[in-house]
Nanobody, 124 residues
């Protein structure tokens, strides 16, 4: 069974950091581009970052490019999102997704498999 599981979310104060993990089971991530998105209730899912299958290309949304870093460890079948300098407006449910293509993608519709999400709450 193909499954993506996010972890690492939680409560953090403004200026703090979290590292989210996206672990795959039932398939290997080696040939998949991976993306991170987030969603606030009542709003559309928002693209954050993506990484190609061999880590040769990475894309970031403008609003996070100086604070978030995407990386992957194919040996561990896991992709990470390091989030620094967190702000209250970063509060959301964070999702990882896998696309059956090697090249990094930025559109939600490009992705085929999705995790269930992990909640990040940034509060004062």
């Amino acid at each position: 069974q193909v499954q993506l599981v996010e972890s690492g979310g939680g409560l953090v104060q403004p200026g703090g950091s979290l590292r989210l993990s996206c672990a795959a089971s039932g398939f290997t991530l080696d040939y998949y581009a991976i993306g991170w998105f987030r969603q606030v209730p009542g709003k559309e899912r928002q693209f954050l970052a993506s990484i190609s299958a061999r880590s040769s290309n990475k894309y970031y949304a403008e609003l996070v490019k100086d604070r978030f870093t995407i990386s992957r460890d194919n040996a561990q079948n896991t992709v990470y999102l390091q989030m620094n300098s967190l702000k209250p407006e970063d509060t959301a449910a964070y999702y990882c997704a896998a696309a059956t293509t090697a090249g990094a993608r930025t559109k939600e519709s490009d992705y085929d498999y999705w995790g269930q999400g992990t909640q990040v709450t940034v509060f004062s």
